[in-house]
């Protein structure tokens, strides 16, 4: 949250603007309030705050005086005047000191709004500002040097870093730990020092607390990636084995995995059939990670000798995998059913009673994209089967079902990017893509450029 200062000499406008301005919706809070220019002064040179909201006179300094002062320490200070009408053409003065601009009393709140928007975006685009989204952009590149940064910009020492994980609905409050989100209803953990486990135990109490992973060990830089990554995937060791909610071991072996592997190479339906009924009975798959259930599933789907129409099926991310199946055990069911099932022509369909399924179809598709819909979910509302919106979608949009939803939630994405300031991890979650990482790579393969370069560059075309 960037810090605010409010200075007015008026208590009433200072109370008005702290309790019923939605600081918060702009990710900002009123941290400091003063009412004459000495206190704005000392909040200033010894707690310089994000944000400046400043009345043009007031005792001591005035906010014109303000301004100057946070030019000539070049503090990163971002300034909005507050001026009555008299005061009108001394604060237009105050854009010489790089002041945002003014806003006269009574302030609109429309109109502070608008500034603090600005404000927003010059604090997230200035040199050094590392937010939580350059944090993972850091992570999925591998670099060490940013990664350090911002730990030792949280005062955690690089090094001696302990991880954690949750599938929750809010971040777990965990004493002394930094919070960020990862993914739709995922957020990581950042700390000095190793977590309470009777308090995760307890957080596991909670409805909204899904799983928990916890990283063993304290991690180096050159092991931080990899170590992210097996931590988030052990948030969802649940979904494998439902009594191992607080999963501390990354689990990626099964025996039968190679046969599998083998059993898919030579198309050997029955076989493979057969060892994935033997995985599920022996419980074998507990020995497995989330992110190896989900490549197991991807191996299989988007085979199109062992299922049809595979490509609309495909997962994503951990949290798609959750949302299709209650379970492994309910995964393997499926795949066992798509093996099986041989490959029917769909009867022929009236012209006229194609196009009204397919109009029903897209009017669910982009009424809802921003939500986590999946080719199944759109099968169970419209009453069709999966494998005939698939090959209807190819025949009257000329494109598959997966690739038309992620070009409907890119073009979206890009919209969101140009025309508001909310974060890359937010406009990845408004968009439906719903995990962060997955986001990043699509938006690129798409436009060429990362969600920050092509946001940077519509800027600079505008300046």
């Known amino acids: 949250m960037y810090q605010v200062l409010l200075a007015d000499d008026e208590q009433s406008i200072l109370d008005s603007m702290t309790h019923h301005f939605p600081w918060d919706k702009y ?3 009123v941290a400091y309030t003063a009412s004459t220019g000495k206190q704005a002064y000392d909040i200033l040179v010894t707690t310089p705050p994000d944000i400046a909201v400043l009345d043009i006179r007031m005792p001591g300094y005035s906010g014109l005086e303000l301004s100057r002062i946070i030019t000539l320490n070049r503090l990163k200070t971002q300034v909005i005047i507050m001026s009555g009408y008299a005061e009108f053409s001394y604060a237009q003065k105050a854009i010489q000191y790089g002041v945002l601009g003014y806003c006269l009393k009574p302030v609109e709140y429309d109109e502070l709004a608008s500034l603090l928007l600005k404000a927003v975006h010059n604090l997230q685009h200035s040199p050094g500002a590392f937010t939580p989204d350059d944090f993972l952009d850091a992570i999925e590149d591998n670099d060490t040097e940013k990664i350090s940064r911002y730990l030792e910009a949280n005062h955690i020492i690089p090094d001696s870093c302990w991880l954690a994980s949750s599938v929750s609905e809010t971040a777990l409050q965990l004493p002394g730990a930094l919070a960020f989100r990862v993914a739709s209803s995922q957020y ?22 899904q799983g928990i ?14 170590a992210f990554y097996k931590c988030t995937a052990m948030s969802y060791h649940f979904f494998l084995d439902p009594d191992c909610r607080l999963c501390s071991v990354y689990h990626d072996f099964s025996p039968l ?10 198309d050997e339906k ?13 419980e074998g798959y507990k020995m497995f990670s989330i992110h190896s259930a989900r490549q197991l599933f991807n191996t299989i789907i988007s085979n199109p000798r062992l299922a049809a129409d595979s490509q609309d099926y495909y997962a994503h991310s951990h949290r798609q995998l959750v949302h299709d199946y209650a379970s492994f055990r309910d995964m393997i069911d499926s795949l066992i059913q798509i093996i099986n099932a041989a490959p029917r022509k769909q009867e022929e369909e009236p012209a006229g009673q194609n196009n009204t399924y397919f109009l029903k179809v897209m009017k669910y598709v982009n009424t809802y994209y921003n939500e986590n ?10 009453n069709l089967n999966p494998n005939y919106i698939s090959q209807l979608f190819k025949k009257s949009a000329g494109t598959t079902f997966s690739h038309y939803l992620t070009t409907l939630r890119i073009t979206n994405a890009k919209k969101l990017l140009t025309a508001t ?7 990845s979650m408004q968009t439906g893509f719903n995990d962060y990482f997955y986001f990043l790579k699509t938006f690129k393969k798409y436009t060429g450029n990362t969600p920050s370069e092509y946001r940077n560059a519509y800027y600079d075309k505008q300046e």
Do not use: W
């Open 421 to 427: 300031d909310a974060s890359i991890n937010d406009i």
């Open 188 to 209: 990581g953990y950042l700390s000095g020092a190793p977590y309470d486990e009777e308090m995760l135990n307890q957080a596991l109490l909670s409805p909204k607390v």
């Open 27 to 29: 990710g900002a809070k």
């Open 257 to 266: 995995m190679s046969q599998i592997q083998n059993a898919i190479s030579f």
């Open 213 to 226: 992973g916890l990283y063993p060990r304290p991690v180096s830089l050159p092991d931080f990636r990899s």
């Open 270 to 282: 029955g076989k493979l059939c057969d060892l994935l009924t033997q995985l599920k009975e022996n």
């Open 373 to 382: 819909i999946t080719l199944r979910d759109v099968a169970r509302v419209v």
